[in-house]
């Protein structure tokens, strides 16, 4: 009950900073920030209730106006702007307070959204060694969020004492080492084919699970999640019983007493040191991973902001052990949820499917593994969900880390797609769609003991092995025991034939289909084929009870 009580008066709190009387601005507003173009910006804040709130951009060019509210918040909506690389000033006033942002630039503002691998900054890519000295374009900006989790939603989010909003950096040299490597890689292509200014907010999060992108009111509808809403009940609870953070400080310095203690034994004898308690360990659960929790202090705070698109690179957190249970139902919602909560139903979502780490083992584990099943529904979520797009990304992957050094690849694949589907853009020098996926299995079907693969029309133009190598195809008879296959390319009918001298019966094939997938299958733009599988057999992960099946 305490708690409840608590992190309500933090809502409100947060909810209605101003009602003291003072003009206050969320702070996704800041200087060096990007606007959207072509689209009516809201501009938002707190302030005193019944208070005028007057918005100004460029000079007073572009003006609106807002009342405070009762609650202490208001929404002013300026109309369309068209881009613009002049640095211009945002100014909000209410009475005699007066806040000012500088250099405001307007063109497109895209969200950063997932765990690590969105989170992984462009000095950590494989290219950061001329990348980052390379970095000239104050075009491109971008504010990452801070990492706040909450058990209930939260109007805005923290920033540094006496900032002026949040702190939105420039793609030079200087600051560019920070920026998510795949969004700076996204933007750089947008900047330079739309010839607009490009704004990022990078709202991604380290080892999150896809329910911890989704609303609490979604997730409650889904049995397979409740067992996460236990286990965070339980931890709520014996972190009040333990006395708090109070508790929490005590507990600590005692174990790390004795761990001092068993150390210097240790030393003295000759033996393995233990090892250290991890200071995380002792920190309130209700500002951790948690169901919704991500969503409530992170996302929230920047729903009204107005933006083109998402590009969204999560999964591999729900890949392990049982974690991919939940996932046919939550990894939807986060798309669903995050649409509602920025009120555009028809939001671009570009989904970027997980590469996979680690190395392949047996034929059984490969054919099971927890990332088959990831990659498979976010395959199906971009099937079965308009306005989106799904970026392959499992040859960037060259030693099996969980965290491929190669996101040059996979941005500038998320900006074919964006600038495809979302912006339009045809060839060069032609009226067809801008080409932005690699083969897309269609159909197969038995020709003489082998079988013949098909692909969409348009997506297996200049079909071709790299290098004419033969990995990563699977076949099987109908005794499900898969082998490794042989291929060849029909390049005049734009098919595969593949076959095992093992499988004289062969009624399906795979291909990518490991945890860690291997094969060069592609089209003449070189972009990658999509794993598939023409089977809908049941997948049983190891470490897991139960069986994943394709869902209906």
């Not at 490794?484 to 029909?490: E, I, K, L, S």
């Amino acid at each position: 009950m305490l708690r409840t009580v608590l992190t309500a008066l933090c809502f409100v709190l947060a909810g209605q900073v101003s009602l003291a009387g003072d003009l206050k601005v969320a702070n996704v507003f800041g200087d060096h920030m990007v606007l959207q173009q072509e689209k009516p910006v809201r501009v938002w804040g707190w302030g005193t209730p019944g208070e005028a709130v007057a918005v100004g951009f460029g000079s007073g060019a572009v003006t609106a106006s807002a009342t405070v509210g009762a609650d202490g918040s208001w929404t002013a909506t300026l109309a369309a702007i068209q881009k613009s690389f002049e640095g211009r000033e945002l100014v909000i006033e209410s009475g005699s307070e007066r806040v000012a942002f500088t250099d405001i630039l307007v063109g497109e503002v895209w969200v950063c959204g997932g765990q690590s691998n969105m989170e992984w900054t462009l000095r950590s890519t494989r290219d950061s060694d001329v990348e980052v000295e390379s970095a000239d374009t104050p075009a491109i900006r971008y504010l990452r969020l801070p990492k706040v989790a909450h058990l209930e939603p939260q109007a805005d989010f923290p920033v540094k004492e006496g900032a002026n909003g949040g702190q939105w950096r420039l793609c030079l040299r200087e600051e560019a080492s920070d920026c998510t490597g795949v969004g700076y890689y996204f933007a750089r292509r947008l900047h330079r084919r739309l010839d607009v200014p490009v704004g990022l907010i990078d709202n991604s999060w380290g080892g999150t699970m896809a329910q911890h992108w989704v609303t609490q009111e979604t997730l409650r509808g889904f049995p397979e999640v409740q067992p996460y809403f236990d286990e965070l009940e339980a931890k709520l609870t014996a972190w009040e019983e333990g006395g708090g953070s109070e508790g929490a400080e005590e507990r600590y310095a005692t174990d790390l007493a004795a761990w001092e203690e068993a150390r210097d034994a240790a030393k003295a004898t000759g033996e393995r040191e233990p090892r250290r308690p991890d200071k995380r360990n002792y920190e309130d659960p209700a500002t951790k991973g948690q169901p919704g929790g991500m969503l409530n202090g992170s996302l929230r705070p920047i729903v009204q902001a107005t933006v083109r698109g998402v590009l969204f690179y999560q999964g591999e957190n729900n890949s392990f052990t049982e974690s991919w249970k939940p996932f046919h139902r939550t990894f939807p919602a986060v798309i669903s949820d995050w649409r509602a909560l920025f009120g555009d139903s028809e939001l671009p979502f570009g989904i970027i499917q997980i590469a996979g780490w680690s190395n392949r083992r047996s034929m059984t584990y490969d054919m099971n593994h927890h990332t088959n099943i990831v990659r498979e529904l976010q395959h199906i979520t971009w099937e079965r969900t308009e306005n989106t797009g799904l970026i392959v990304t499992y040859d960037t992957n060259s030693n099996g880390s969980i965290h491929p050094g190669r996101k040059l690849p996979v941005g500038e694949r998320s900006a074919r797609w964006a600038l495809a589907e979302v912006y339009g853009i045809k060839r060069y020098r032609s009226s067809d769609p801008l080409e932005w996926r690699g083969p897309l299995y269609e159909s197969m079907e038995v020709e003489e003991k082998k079988l013949r693969v098909r692909f969409v029309e348009g997506t297996a133009n200049g079909l071709r092995l790299d290098q004419d190598e033969e990995a990563g195809f699977y076949i099987a008879g109908a005794d499900q025991e898969f082998h490794h296959a042989r291929v060849r390319v029909d390049g005049g009918d734009k098919s595969l034939v593949v076959w095992s001298d093992e499988v004289p019966e062969p009624v399906a094939v795979r291909y990518g289909w490991s945890n860690l997938p291997a094969g060069g299958l592609m089209n003449s733009r070189e972009l990658p084929a999509y794993p598939f599988r023409s089977d809908t057999w049941p997948l049983t992960p190891h470490q897991s009870t139960g069986s994943y099946e394709v869902p209906r």
